[in-house]
């Protein structure tokens, strides 16, 4: 039977505004539909509840479907065109809301209509009322690397900032309860310094995603954040029991927490740099040893159940997760690589199928077309022992690449989990007065229950099932590609490939290799097509000794065919591109002009540009406002071929210095794959934002009313602090009441 009894006035706000049709997961009706039939359990009445979906009741497709599972051995085609072509897309539909009781009708996900029912009901609440803000959707993160995140609402964003005005109407003593699953919720756990009597649940940092953003999550709707609150709700009726029961249910990289760990970690960082203290010490000098506290136990079930080993310092987790953000980024280099050789490959078999299966608008056929091509690629693979083995091999190598990477992304998670805990043991039982009655606030607010709880068993959960944690380095060492250190071009014409140049301290260079030669076997295994030179060096294990065929040039005396031989070296790792607030590394750019200095005391604008790209052209004019505006030096950055360039510049004019990035270290650092690209080096030489693509202004905060600083917290925890000018100040009132 439906309890009836509630324990306080309920208004709930359910907002899941999707972005856009294609981008809309069926998996976010799923959640709604979730909670609405919660709420109608819980007897809360249908009129009490505000649902704003995607577009409303718009006849139009608000959602994408997918129908059917993925094909077996799909990998053979994925990448290539064939799958991009074959494979039946998303079914796009309009969604209707009849389950749960609820009463209707849905409205549209846009600012306006929020600000519209906060108008209308938040004069109506009192005291002894509670506003549960329910979030299902995609998020976006502060562009200058802050607190101030946003919500996708339909067709646009709905920021940290915005919300703090817009609940305005509510009145200040009115409990505020926010429930968000969104990418980079986090962000909205700062609202508490606006409104004294609101808390919340968080699916992820401010600089996270969540796992309701992953694509995987368009073909499962039963994991995540928000699937895991609404059982542990349930259950529990109050939101810190809920949370803490998702820790350890929600097997995704989500990073779950508390308005109350937020503003528990504040303030211990804010006391332990007023004391001049590093702030990891100053928490572990403040961990209780008493093992019988019941939080000891959670974390040790934590640990145990995702691989972290023995979790006993704040300042352990913290290099737990540096050691992992390192393997990610060095796994992520190797799986590039075996994922472009991989690709390639298949992509030279896959091309000649396009011209015998065609794309069917219907579709079934797409799918019966898709099957055909996973099946004729499978036979053409399996025609050439060779190619077949070589392809086994590179995508043995992406799968098990996946898989870590997957792992790591858990373990992380898992260990950023764990530094709240720890946060909490430590407790505010050092800080002031007003920091402890705080802090006591929110935890009442958090636990007071939304409903009464239900009789039912709190799930079982499975053991452990991950590998140690100590062991991820290791793997990710075993995954490191073999290395020759030469640049080549394929010469398909005579077969093998010819030597161009050679990369520093490269096992080329100790040869006896020159540039112009032929390569035209490995290990006497001949190279007679694209990209099989690059495969057999990926494959050779670091320490391996191979033998080249090479082909001589008539100069110098040396022409005929000779046997070079190399040791493999591993693959060297490049240097980590910056995040915000990070230095820039030395860009190795080669200048038409003199450049201005970088990180030398003024901002710097890189401007990635290409002489016959529109965009880039039509954004000169404004580029150089900004940067007057803005006080800012502007490096105009091409690796296109400097007659171009010059000629570009003699016709055209170009008021900006240009430098070549004639080793691609500049657009490999910045992800340079389109142009135009923007990215703000700050005058310390740390980046302060990034942007991309030019329709009518420039991608970057604009410099009269968005201060840029990069953050200043430790790398445990990302920044909880409000940012500058986001915020409202709160109101002279009391500590809250509920």
């Not at 960082?269 to 000891?296: F, I, S």
Request: glycine share 8%; charged share 25%; hydrophobic share 45%.
């Amino acid at each position: 039977m439906p309890s009836t009894m509630l324990l306080a006035a309920l208004k709930v706000l359910i907002l899941a505004g999707g972005g856009a049709a294609e981008d809309n997961h069926h998996s976010h009706k799923v959640h709604v539909d979730a909670l609405l039939d919660l709420l109608e359990q819980r007897g809360v009445p249908p009129d009490d509840v505000a649902v704003f979906w995607a577009d409303g009741v718009d006849p139009a497709p608000d959602r994408a479907v997918l129908r059917d599972d993925p094909l077996a051995e799909s990998w053979r085609i994925a990448g290539t065109r064939l799958e991009s072509e074959l494979s039946p897309a998303p079914t796009l539909e309009n969604t209707v809301f009849e389950g749960g009781g609820f009463a209707g009708p849905v409205q549209p996900a846009s600012r306006l209509a929020l600000q519209g029912w906060l108008a209308r009901q938040g004069p109506q609440l009192t005291a002894d009322d509670t506003l549960l803000i329910a979030v299902t959707d995609h998020g976006e993160p502060d562009p200058t690397g802050g607190t101030n995140t946003s919500i996708s609402l339909w067709g646009e964003h709905w920021t940290v900032g915005q919300m703090a005005a817009d609940l305005a109407p509510v009145p200040q003593t009115t409990r505020v309860v926010l429930w968000m699953s969104q990418c980079f919720s986090g962000g909205f756990a700062e609202l508490h310094h606006n409104r004294p009597n609101l808390c919340g649940a968080f699916s992820a940092h401010p600089d996270r995603p969540a796992y309701g953003c992953y694509p995987e999550l368009a073909e499962r709707t039963d994991v995540g954040h928000f699937q895991r609150m609404v059982a542990a709700l349930e259950r529990h009726g109050s939101l810190a029991t809920a949370h803490d029961e998702v820790l350890l249910t929600d097997d995704t990289p989500d990073t779950p927490h508390l308005t109350s760990d937020v503003m528990l970690f504040e303030a211990l960082d804010e006391q332990a740099l007023a004391r001049g203290r590093d702030v990891a010490r100053a928490l572990d000098g403040g961990l209780p040893r008493d093992a019988a506290d019941p939080l000891w136990a959670r974390l040790s079930r934590l640990a145990a159940r995702y691989g972290l080993g023995a979790v006993r310092t704040y300042g352990g987790v913290l290099k737990l997760i540096d050691d992992l953000d390192r393997a990610r980024y060095a796994l992520g280099v190797w799986r590039g690589a075996w994922s472009e050789a991989d690709g390639f490959a298949r992509t030279r078999i896959a091309e000649p199928l396009l011209r015998v299966l065609r794309p069917a608008r219907d579709g079934a056929e797409r799918r019966r077309q898709q099957a055909r091509a996973i099946a004729a690629m499978g036979e053409l693979i399996a025609a050439d022992s060779g190619l077949a083995e070589r392809v086994r091999r590179l995508r043995s190598k992406v799968e098990q690449a996946d898989a870590l990477a997957a792992r790591i992304d858990l373990q992380e998670a898992a260990a950023i989990r764990a530094a709240y805990l720890l946060v909490r043991l430590v407790g505010p039982g050092g800080l002031s007065a007003a920091q402890q009655a705080r802090y006591a606030a929110l935890q009442r607010c958090e636990s007071t229950p939304l409903w009464p709880p239900a009789p039912t068993p709190s799930p079982v959960l499975a053991p452990a099932h991950l590998p140690p944690v100590s062991r991820v380095a290791g793997e990710v060492e075993a995954l490191r590609p073999g290395w020759l250190g030469l640049t080549y071009r394929d010469a398909p014409r005579h077969r093998g490939v010819l030597v161009e140049r050679f990369e520093p301290g490269s096992p080329a260079l100790a040869g006896s290799l020159a540039a112009g030669d032929r390569i035209v076997a490995v290990n006497d295994a001949p190279i007679r097509r694209d990209g099989a030179f690059r495969e057999a060096a990926l494959l050779a294990r670091p320490g391996e000794r191979v033998a080249l065929t090479v082909r001589r040039r008539g100069a110098r005396g040396r022409k005929g065919t000779e046997e070079v031989p190399l040791v493999v070296a591993p693959m060297p790792l490049p240097v980590r591109p910056p995040g915000i607030g990070q230095p820039v590394p030395a860009l190795g750019l080669t200048p038409l002009d003199a450049l201005p200095g970088i990180g030398q005391g003024r901002r710097t604008l890189l401007f990635f540009w290409e002489p016959a790209c529109k965009p880039c052209i039509e954004a000169l004019p404004a580029l150089a406002v900004w940067a007057d505006a803005f006080d800012a030096d502007v490096i105009a950055i091409t690796d296109a071929p400097p007659a171009t360039v010059r000629r570009f510049v003699r016709r055209r004019g170009l008021a900006f210095p240009v430098a070549f990035d004639e080793t691609g270290e500049a657009r490999r650092l910045f992800a340079v794959e389109r142009r135009p690209v923007f990215a703000l080096i700050g005058p310390d030489g740390a980046l302060l934002a990034e942007g991309e693509g030019y329709t009518d202004r420039i991608p970057l905060p604009e410099p009269a009313v968005e201060a840029l600083a990069p953050p200043t917290a430790p790398p445990s925890l990302p920044p909880h602090a409000p940012p500058d000018g986001s915020l409202p100040a709160p109101p002279p009132v009391g500590p809250p009441t509920d």
